[in-house]
């Protein structure tokens, strides 16, 4: 038995000739596929409106502006391609392999308290506890902190009305 890789596995083992037959035949297939399919899309072609899009384009004669725009549009796209192309080369050149990116410096609990200003026995307990509510006034600034659990304790028949109040 050999232990020679199947041909299909090595390319490169093929001649043009048998990669040709092979690309043909695929294309054949593919589309013998998608004409088995033609019903089922034309079903959802036409339950989406495709009429209105032959009338407008067929009977009313839209493709004659399409075929007139073709051109405008080609190069509109060609235009849009090239300069991303070439902002990506831009960019690409000038990084040339260095990875340019940096994490920010780490923020300590002083940078913390002042900014939200808060002490740093309220950042501890915030820190510490499993859940947090923090309210803010109409400017973002913290007013009130809530550190524990953020359940309400349950609706029992005793406090049933309370708790609609």
């Not at 050999?2 to 990669?19: E, F, G, K």
């Not at 013998?32 to 407008?56: H, K, M, Q, S």
């Amino acid at each position: 038995m050999s232990r020679r890789p199947l041909i299909i596995q090595n390319a490169q083992l093929q001649t043009s000739r048998q990669r040709y037959a092979y690309a043909v035949l695929t294309l054949v297939f593919w589309v013998i596929w998608l004409y088995l399919w033609t019903p089922l899309i034309t079903l959802v072609a036409w339950l989406f409106g495709a009429e209105r899009f032959y009338d407008a384009m067929i009977v009313q004669g839209g493709i004659e502006l399409v075929k007139s725009l073709i051109g405008i549009f080609s190069l509109l796209i060609l235009g849009m391609g090239t300069v991303f192309g070439g902002w990506a080369v831009y960019n690409r050149w000038l990084v040339r392999g260095r990875d340019k990116r940096r994490g920010s410096p780490p923020v300590t609990d002083i940078e913390l308290c002042e900014h939200f200003q808060i002490t740093a026995e309220q950042l501890q307990i915030l820190r510490s506890s499993r859940h947090a509510v923090v309210a803010h006034n109409d400017d973002g600034n913290i007013s009130k902190l809530r550190a524990g659990t953020l359940l309400p304790p349950p609706i029992t028949p005793n406090n049933k009305a309370e708790a609609r109040d």
